[in-house]
């Protein structure tokens, strides 16, 4: 065969290829969307499941991945800001900052289970939170923050060093000119990597199963005293976000439209997580244009 | 003498305000990453501790534990050890990895290619941002559309429940092909231009162009993306535990029920009292799974030693 001709029957294969991929991943968001939009409505999203019968929504499990969302964000972020700030500016080469850095790595790539389990063992059990939303948001902020962590140093490794030396030469200690000059300059990117975050946060099951646990008690949503147990902002409450549900249901669930409801959760999930992407892009490209024109 | 002794005390020696800020700060900011380091160590000692006890505390056989294929921790054998086999998920986990990778790996570098060589394009302006929105789907999701999808599709065409490594496999690959299509085209696109322009100088078409000069260059970078891919489908709990069927044998078939170290840990951990042999075992399990974790990255580590000398 000629080279002419293997040349054209390759990049037949790579069409072929290409066709077979986009095939099956628009199946994949069709049948999510097909299937799952029809269930969405006012009633499903806001009133609580029901267990024997058809008709419950998911209300509770929304907001507690919102809220677990929130308090993750809270504990993570300024660790990662912190760490993220040594790594890039002040870290030298030396075997103690090496021995951290492959830790690190290391802590990014253990599998989300792992994770979930070492919580379950420190915070459900020896610091006594049991299943809350408190242990879960511990176990989801450790899973998250070496992804945190490189997005933080990566932003601030690309502000220029000119802007540096500007903050040193109107006299800034180099932490002064880190905390006004340098960490605003790399915001844009930061809040990129967090929003982006967030979505793998929001979809997270496997290392909450154990920690923010499968079940939500009756809460009032009247009721915004955090101390009290019936209050949805009440963190030692054991939570069962979005994406545990649809994962109980289709294991243990017995209301007979378990199905119909997975559809409905999927597709909740999946918009949220496109709308995670569009605020991130967004935000990423209005922030730079703000920055830019100063 | 009271000279120096005033000397010392002027306010030129003293340190300034400046100084103690960026003490603070630098200490503070280095408190954080101690932090995460101390956090990494901590899983690591906490999973090394429990997971070593079977086998330390609970006089279980580390050679049963990787050869032995009944799994009942709770009962003891005629040598007064636990009945600890754990070859079925071992095996399963295997079985799922290897054959995924080998389904997603080549269509996704066959999709990289497309997206930088063929129609790059339509590739950066359409399929590079579907391939990142894909990578963020949950993998729950991809649990529940093989549940309600593959499962029903391989009851239908071959003997048997449905559930087993087949549809695991089947979909994991979908899982892990967004995230290996990502990596592999930033291996791909990293070949630089100059390469490319030498070849077709020199009279080779497209294709010769992409088989000699551009996948042999971007080589280690696509074995990193698979491995990437590996690692991920190793770790991955829920969707694999929902369609895998979770009996604890070592299937005879790609459609039987079978089990991976993950999908007994999600199941069982709920069903057993700490520090029983019951629970020392699982732990013993989550072992496996961040060695095997650490494997890969340490594999993932040497790749790219080898690039950059």
């Keep these: 065969m000629s080279a002419k001709s293997t040349d054209r029957l390759a990049t037949a294969g790579l069409y072929v290829i290409v066709g077979i991929i986009i095939t099956v991943l628009a199946g994949l968001l069709g049948f999510v969307f097909v299937k799952g939009i029809p269930q969405l409505s006012w009633q499903f999203i806001t009133t609580p499941p029901q267990i024997f019968k058809e008709g419950g929504g998911v209300g509770p499990q929304l907001f507690n991945s919102f809220y677990l969302l929130v308090l993750t964000l809270m504990i993570a972020v300024p660790i990662a800001i912190g760490a993220g700030i040594y790594l890039a500016e002040y870290a030298r080469d030396h075997w103690i900052i090496r021995c951290i850095r492959v830790l690190i790595e290391v802590l990014s790539s253990l599998p989300s289970i792992v994770v979930g389990l070492f919580g379950f063992l420190f915070f459900v059990l020896y610091m006594g939170w049991g299943f809350s939303i408190l242990s879960g948001a511990f176990a989801l902020s450790l899973f998250n923050l070496p992804l945190l962590v490189r997005v933080v140093e990566q932003s601030i490794r690309n502000i220029p060093k000119s802007q540096r030396e500007a903050g040193w030469a109107l006299g800034f200690s180099k932490w002064e000119t880190i905390t006004t000059i340098i960490l605003p300059a790399a915001l844009p990117g930061i809040v990129t990597g967090v929003i982006l975050a967030s979505g793998r946060v929001f979809g997270e099951a496997a290392a909450l199963i154990y920690t923010a646990g499968m079940s939500t008690p009756i809460i009032d949503f009247t009721n915004w005293n955090p101390l009290s147990p019936t209050s949805p902002l009440n963190p030692f409450r054991p939570a069962e976000t979005l994406a545990v549900h649809i994962w109980k249901i289709n294991g243990e669930g017995i209301m007979p439209d378990a199905a119909a409801i997975s559809d409905g959760a999927a597709a909740l999930l999946i918009i949220s997580i496109l709308f995670f992407n569009f605020t991130s892009r967004f935000i990423g490209n209005l922030m730079f244009k703000k920055m830019g024109a100063n | ?309």
């Design chain 2, 1 to 309: 003498m009271a000279k120096t002794i005033k000397e010392i005390e002027h306010p030129l020696y003293r340190k300034s305000s400046k100084m103690r800020t960026e003490r603070f700060g630098k200490s503070l900011t280095f408190i954080a990453v101690v932090l995460t380091a101390a956090i990494t160590a901590a899983i690591l000692f906490l999973v090394f501790s429990k997971g070593l006890s079977t086998f330390i505390m609970n006089d279980g056989s580390v050679k049963d534990f990787f050869t032995g294929t009944t799994w009942n921790p709770a009962e003891v054998n005629s040598l007064g050890k636990p009945i600890i086999g754990a070859l079925p998920f071992i095996v399963g986990s295997l079985a799922i990895t290897g054959i995924s990778a080998l389904i997603a790996g080549p269509l996704a570098i066959g999709a990289a290619i497309f997206m930088s060589e063929i129609a790059p394009n339509a590739g950066k302006r359409i399929m590079q941002p579907v391939i990142e929105l894909l990578v963020g789907i949950p993998s729950v999701v991809y649990g529940f559309i093989g549940l309600s999808v593959v499962v029903p599709f391989l009851r239908d065409l071959f003997p048997g429940s449905g559930f087993g490594i087949a549809a695991g496999t089947i979909v994991l690959s979908v899982m892990i092909l967004p995230t290996v299509t990502s990596l592999a085209l930033d291996a791909i696109q990293s070949v630089p231009r100059s390469l490319r322009e030498a070849s077709l100088a020199l009279g080779s078409t497209r294709w010769q162009m992409i088989c000699k000069v551009v996948l042999k260059t971007a080589k280690p970078g696509l074995l990193m993306a698979i491995i990437f891919g590996m690692a991920r489908a190793f770790g991955e709990a829920l969707a694999v535990q929902m369609v895998i069927g979770n009996a604890s044998v070592i299937p005879h078939s790609l459609f039987e029920p079978a089990s991976t170290i993950t999908s007994i840990l999600t199941m069982g951990m709920g069903y057993t009292v700490m520090g029983q042999v019951e629970n020392n075992a699982l732990w013993s399990l989550a072992l496996i799974l961040l060695l095997m974790s650490l494997f890969f990255t340490i594999i993932v580590r040497m790749i790219g030693k080898g690039k950059s000398t």
